[in-house]
């Protein structure tokens, strides 16, 4: 079973300061997403990626699949990106028949103050 | 607005009582997962239906089972319900078959209160 940890659990910032939340995670994968969820309780799929790195906006997501390492960085923080980050990966190792039910971090609760 | 619904939104019950949760997958996603959130057990994989059969199970109690029908909407089922049950529902769906993994779409999810 993988087994998926997250630092840091809580993170508050100042507007305008750059952000990085670290997943690290136990056994390979074919895919690792990162999830934000509002406090609404909505959860939203940021990035899905298997290799190298991913841009949208001011999102970037980077996995290192050798060392199990992942890492989400927002740029030019701003009080609206303050929620939960969640790091997720497939419960079982991808056999390519399609059974994919994630395992789920514990979460990074951020918070951007103005 | 993900393309995923669910119903009911909130949903209130006692001890020992049965309930359905109702999921429609977006238009053309032929997998559903569902995952149950709670404050001491946080995100947890319950089951995954894939265009009408059962998938992958995960955390799932034997008190809960959950279905798929042939218009591809899901059902989970509750039932004997305890107040450790009380929780965010969450659906999920995705298109299956890509190479490497699946981008899975949440639901809004259903809060379910055991009293």
């Known amino acids: 079973k993988n087994e998926v940890e997250q630092s840091p659990q809580n993170l508050t910032a100042q507007e305008g300061e750059f952000i990085t939340i670290n997943c690290s995670y136990s056994?390979?994968?074919?895919?690792l997403h990162w999830l934000q969820q509002h406090p609404g309780g909505g959860i939203v799929s940021l990035f899905m990626?298997?290799?190298g790195k991913k841009k949208h906006g001011r999102l970037i997501a980077t996995i290192n699949i050798q060392e199990k390492h992942s890492s989400l960085h927002i740029t030019a923080s701003h009080p609206r990106d303050s929620a939960v980050y969640i790091c997720?990966?497939?419960?079982?190792?991808?056999?390519?028949?399609?059974?994919?039910?994630?395992?789920f971090g514990k979460g990074t609760h951020l918070i951007i103050q103005p | 607005d993900s393309g995923v619904t669910q119903t009911p939104k909130h949903l209130i019950t006692a001890t020992g009582q049965r309930v359905t949760l109702r999921c429609s997958p977006r238009?053309?996603?032929?997998?559903v997962y569902w995952y149950q959130q709670s404050l001491d057990q946080g995100l947890q994989f319950l089951i995954q239906?894939?265009?009408?059969?059962?998938?992958a199970k995960g955390n799932i109690l034997e008190r809960f089972s959950a279905q798929q029908f042939p218009d591809l909407h899901s059902e989970l089922n509750l039932s004997s319900l305890e107040l450790g049950d009380s929780a965010l529902y969450f659906c999920?769906?995705?298109?299956?078959?890509?190479?490497?993994?699946?981008?899975?779409?949440f639901g809004p999810g259903t809060r379910l209160t055991v009293l």
């Open positions: 239906y894939y265009n009408g059969e059962e998938r």
């Open positions: 056994v390979g994968i074919s895919a």
């Open positions: 990626l298997s290799s």
């Open positions: 999920a769906s995705s298109v299956l078959g890509l190479a490497g993994g699946n981008e899975q779409f």
């Open positions: 997720a990966v497939p419960t079982e190792m991808y056999s390519g028949g399609g059974a994919d039910g994630l395992t």
């Open positions: 238009s053309g996603d032929l997998s």
